[in-house]
Structures are given as C-alpha cells and as structure tokens.
C-alpha cells in the first residue's frame, strides 16, 4: 500500500511540476523601462519627492507615461530587471499601486512579398452573405498598432479622431506599414471601383499608434490606447501585436474597456506555440490563431491554451492576405500580401464589427456569436482552432435573430455535419464508446478470474487505469492553461505513450505487456500493491484488445494487420500475467 500511496503521489508532483514550469504559462517578455504606478490618494507634492528621490539614488528620471496619465499616475523610467526588484524592495511599493515591466511588444507579422489577386480570405468567411445584412454602419473599430494612413483605398472608409502615443502628438498615421494593411483588412474601401474589399467597410477607423517604425511598443503605451479607445466610443478594439509578460496595468485597461462594451479582439502570436501571446491570453480578450488558405492552422500560428477562434491569416506558399498599405521604406501607397496572426485578427474585429451592427452590444454576448457560429472543427485535440473557424455569415445571421431559432440550430446541425451518420461514428459522441467498452471487458475479464480476486479499491483503480483512464477528463478546458495534463489524467496507462503529442497512435512500449509485467515484479510482495499491479494488468488487457478491433495504430507498424497482431498478442499475454499473479496469490492464501 505504501509503495501504491508513493506512486499516487509522484504521480500527482509530477503533474503539479509540469505545470509550474510550463513555458507558457509564466513567458516573460523584454523591457528596457519600468512603470510605477503611484496610488491616486498620493499629493503630488509627494509624488515629485519619489521621483526626485528615485534620481539621486538610481540616477534615473521617472516621466509620466504621456498626457493621458496624469489622473492615474501613470510614470515610467528607464531600468532593467535589477532596478525593477530594488524598486519593489524599496519603500516605493509603499506609495504605488504596482511596479511592474513596461514590456515591449512587437508588431506580429511574418513576411512582406508580392501581392495576390484575390482576396480568398473573405471567400472563405462567407463575407458575401454577411454583407447583405450589414456593412458595419454606426460602428468604430480602433486599431492599435504602427498607426493608419490614408492610402488612396481608405479614401472613402470614415475615420475618428486617434492619437500617436509614441511621438505623443494627434496625428497617428503610420511609418511601417503593418497598421494600414490591419485596418484595410477590417474596412478597406469598397465598391469604389479600385483596389481591394474590407470586412467591415461602413465601420470607422480610429488609428491609434503604439508601435514606432520598427514595430515595437510599450505595455504603457498600449495600456493608453485601450483607455482612450474606451473613454472615446470605439466599439470594438484590434490588437495585431503581442509579446510575453503579463502587465497590471495592461489588464486593468483591458477590464475597463470591456466595462464600456468595447470588443476586444487580439492576434494569438506567430511562435506555432502552445499558448496565446499577451494580450490575446487575458480572460475579456478574444484571442485568434491563424489559418492558411486550405483552412488549416498556419504553420507559424500559436494554438491551445487561450485560443478562443480561427481566421484566415495566410501563409507564404499557397495565399496571403492582401490589403493595401504604405511602403515603410518610402512612405508610398502599395498593395502587399502579408502573413500572419496579425492579419487574422482584423477578420475577426471586422465580423464583430458587423455582430455589434446588427444590434449585439454586450462584449460577452458579441464573443459569443462568434464562437457559436463559427465552423467546428471535429477533431482538434491540441486546440488548433478554438470554438472553431470564423463564419462572417453564420454570425451576423445569429445576431440579427438575437438568438437561435429552431430553423438555425436545424441549419447549424446540418452545415456541421451533425445530422451525418458517418459524423457519429467517425469521431462525435460515440467515440466516447470504445472507452465504455475498454471498461465494461475489463470487468468482464475480471469477472473469469473472480475465484481468485479480492474487491478492492487497488484492484478496482488498476482495471480503470489500464483499461481507460479517466477518459471524461480529456475534454476538460480550462482557459490559459495547456490541454496536455488534461489528456494525461483523462488517458490509461498503454495511451500515455502518445498523449502530450495527442497522436492517435500508440506507442508500442507503453501500449505491450512490458508494463504490467513490471509492475507485477515491483508489487508482488506488496499485500496492497500487488492488486493494483493485477488490476492494471487486466485494464491493459481490455484495452489493447479493444483497440486490436476497434482502431489498431501503432508506431511503426500503422494501422493494418501488424499493428492489430501485436496488440492482440499482447492483451492476451497481460490477461494470462493478470491470472498467473491472481492465481498464485490464492494458491498462496
């Protein structure tokens, strides 16, 4: 029992230990300056003190981030790691609220290469469909990012009053060219006679600049944007930018914006990693990983923890996303195709654009139109894809009726595939059956050695551990955190071989006799142990002989006639190991 009670609990720090020091979930991101955030209660007189102390002592100047942080005493300085925890040590934190890196993100954007005729990103959206309810009239998207220029196509889009929060000045306009071509994928302007399409061509464009030529940008600056974006009517908010490190200040914006009924729409990241960039990784953020032109993930697409939604974002061999925008070398008009999250996410801003003009004003509400009515993805077991791939038609549909009726969840079955047969059997509900069924024979093959089992817990856990595992698990999503430890606890021991990867494949090691074997050896002479051990044994049984019939695929033989051979050899082998120990224990007693 207390080697059992030791594995359980290996088992368990492992797990915890997987987490804690999964990439993911604690990425940090570079800064070259510090924010402090001083108390609002604090005179400025006293404040002016801190800043003054903090030069003599530093050799640092502390400035207010721009003119829009004088009511929340917004400050940054120039500091690395070293002066961020002398600061925080300091009886500073006494008068701030938070000190914290002014992370820099960068504009996320992959290539610059020649331009494409069509536009098969809108194709793919069902755009032609959405337009014939709405255009996105009344509404103001806000693009936070190198700025927007007036290029001959936004000619005829309506733009609102921005703000440069880089040079600190009204005229946002862009120096890079990755704002503009962002903005034109969500309101470029149409049906004009030259160029190309927006999504959501009748919607304003408010320009908001944060990232300098070269495409970088600060937390502070970011955090500003969203504030202004909110205090100043925009609707919906686009980030095409990210970076690692979570910011206080960043979340605070954020949740301030969403308290306004802003939208909230950011690009997962470009690092084809395992987790959203921030800001797309914060709750009230809608975050979007990107698609190539056949529908797939895009190679360089982040995916999984916090991936809320796809969209077309292109790749470099088989379609861009085309936009007209300015040459960041000269300055000029040019139609370029750019890859990237950076350019998903605009699809996204653009559609919820359209969902808030047809009368959805609530972000929560707004996000889930979006998801509700984008298109499934049947298996998607790393998270490639969120709730699914952006439908500009089935959305702007699903707002217009505010709910969804009988007829559209009829016509939702059906566009899904849900009212096929063959969708049941290859891979819906009913694939929760061969687990089931790994359980039920499981039991049943303990049923023929029941002269000689005891009923206990050991033995009980064994049969589910090797048979399926707590296979209801696997479904378990819990946001910003990876899916793989969902699939290792909800996976039996012969599927763990292939369950960080989320291969259908077993492993040949994991999924033989090796195993039960081993553990038998180990746990023989153990009263309680040895019954887990026998336990294990017949789970191991059940489901590689369930797996012989039902899907045979295993590494390096496939799926034919091999791969079922040996894992039909190898149930029988654990189910003679399971009798021999259980039939030797009750010669013994």
Request: glycine share 10%; hydrophobic share 45%.
């Amino acid at each position: 029992m207390k080697k059992f009670l030791l594995f359980s609990l290996l088992f368990v720090v492992g797990i915890w230990f997987a987490l804690s020091n999964f990439k993911g979930l604690a990425a940090q991101g570079e800064f070259d300056s510090i924010i402090l955030d001083f108390r609002e209660d604090i005179p400025t007189t006293e404040i002016s003190q801190q800043i003054e102390a903090i030069a003599r002592e530093y050799d640092r100047t502390a400035n207010l981030n721009s003119i829009f942080s004088v009511g929340d005493n917004i400050y940054t300085l120039k500091g690395d790691k070293d002066l961020l925890n002398a600061l925080r040590k300091s009886s500073l934190s006494q008068d701030t609220e938070y000190i914290e890196p002014n992370y820099i993100y960068e504009a996320l954007e992959t290539a610059n290469d020649p331009r494409y005729n069509e536009q098969w990103n809108l194709q793919k959206i069902n755009i032609e469909k959405a337009w014939d309810e709405t255009k996105g009239d009344g509404i103001t998207v806000a693009v936070i990012d190198t700025g927007v220029s007036r290029v001959p196509d936004l000619k005829q889009t309506n733009f609102v009053k921005g703000y440069d929060f880089v040079n600190n000045k009204e005229n946002a306009s862009d120096d890079n060219g990755h704002g503009t071509h962002v903005a034109g994928t969500i309101a470029q302007s149409t049906n004009n006679g030259y160029g190309v399409a927006g999504v959501a061509y009748k919607a304003k464009i408010m320009p908001l600049k944060v990232l300098s030529r070269s495409g970088g940008g600060t937390v502070a600056d970011i955090a500003e944007a969203i504030r202004f974006a909110a205090d100043n009517g925009a609707d919906v908010i686009n980030m095409s930018l990210g970076g690692g490190g979570e910011s206080k200040l960043m979340k605070e914006a954020i949740d301030y914006a969403f308290s306004k009924n802003v939208a909230i729409i950011a690009a997962a990241g470009n690092s084809n990693a395992n987790s959203s960039s921030y800001p797309a990784r914060y709750p009230k953020v809608l975050s979007v990983s990107a698609l190539n032109s056949t529908g797939s993930k895009a190679s360089y697409s982040n995916y999984g923890a916090g991936v809320d939604i796809s969209a077309p974002g292109g790749d470099r061999e088989g379609g861009k996303i085309l936009q007209e925008t300015i040459s960041p070398r000269t300055g000029e008009p040019i139609f370029v195709g750019l890859v990237g999250t950076s350019m998903a996410s605009p699809h996204v801003a653009g559609v919820a654009a359209l969902v808030k003009a047809s009368g959805v004003s609530n972000p929560e509400q707004v996000y889930s139109v979006l998801k509700q009515s984008s298109l499934k993805v049947e298996k998607d077991p790393l998270n490639y894809y969120g709730a699914g791939q952006l439908d500009a038609s089935a959305a702007v549909q699903q707002a217009e009726k505010g709910k969804i009726t009988f007829r559209d969840f009829f016509r939702w079955l059906r566009d899904n595939g849900y009212l096929n047969p063959g969708f049941w059997f290859d891979g819906g509900a009913v694939a929760l059956i061969p687990k089931i069924i790994m359980v039920v024979v499981g039991y049943l093959l303990a049923w023929f050695l029941r002269n000689y089992l005891p009923w206990t817990w050991a033995l009980n856990g064994g049969i589910i551990m090797g048979s399926s595992g707590l296979f209801f698990l696997q479904g378990f999503y819990i946001f910003d955190l990876p899916q793989w430890p969902f699939r290792v606890m909800g996976s039996s021991i012969p599927e763990l071989g292939n369950a960080i990867q989320g291969s259908i494949q077993l492993n040949p090691i994991f999924a033989s006799v090796l195993i039960p074997f081993g553990l038998v050896a180990l746990l023989l002479a153990n009263p309680q142990g040895k019954w887990f051990a026998i336990g294990t044994s017949i789970g191991f049984a059940s489901c590689l002989g369930v797996s012989a019939v039902v899907s045979p695929a295993l590494w390096g033989l496939g799926t034919g006639i091999a791969a079922q051979s040996f894992l039909a050899i190898n149930a029988l082998l654990c189910f003679g190991l399971a009798y021999l120990a259980s039939k030797g224990e009750k010669q013994l007693a």
